[in-house]
């Protein structure tokens, strides 16, 4: 088994910053993607951020040039850097990785439990 564990969400005034943490542990062989989704009240989840175990991003228009995604390989973490944050980026934001946890074994998809992030205007 493998968790995801998040960390640094809060609230925050609009404009402000916060960096989310995600650190995944257990029967890890290898991590492949690793990602950010959010889901606002009364909304889909949706895709914030990825990045590949070598380093390619990709972002949601809503975030690009504001949010950072960024990994640590060595540590099995995944970081979200946010600037300039809206209101309406206001949302829980759920962590997700692809990992592989044995060399015989298929990746499968792993969620973490979640960090509400709350922008205020």
């Known amino acids: 088994q493998v968790q995801l564990v998040e960390s640094g969400g809060g609230l925050v005034q609009a404009g402000g910053s916060l960096r989310l943490s995600c650190a995944a542990s257990?029967?890890?062989?290898?991590?492949?993607?690793m990602g950010w989704y959010r889901q606002a009240p009364g909304k889909q989840r949706e895709l914030v951020a990825a990045?590949?175990?070598?380093?390619?991003?990709t972002y949601a228009d809503s975030v690009k040039g504001r949010f950072t995604i960024s990994r640590d390989n060595a540590q099995n973490t995944v970081y979200l850097q946010m600037n300039s944050l809206k209101p309406e980026d206001t949302a829980v934001y759920y962590c997700?990785?692809?990992?592989?946890?044995?060399?015989?074994?298929?990746?499968?998809?792993?969620w973490g439990q979640g960090t509400q992030v709350t922008v205020s205007s």
């Open positions: 997700n990785a692809d990992v592989r946890s044995n060399w015989f074994e298929r990746s499968r998809d792993y």
């Open positions: 257990g029967s890890i062989f290898r991590i492949n993607a």
């Open positions: 990045i590949t175990s070598g380093g390619s991003t």
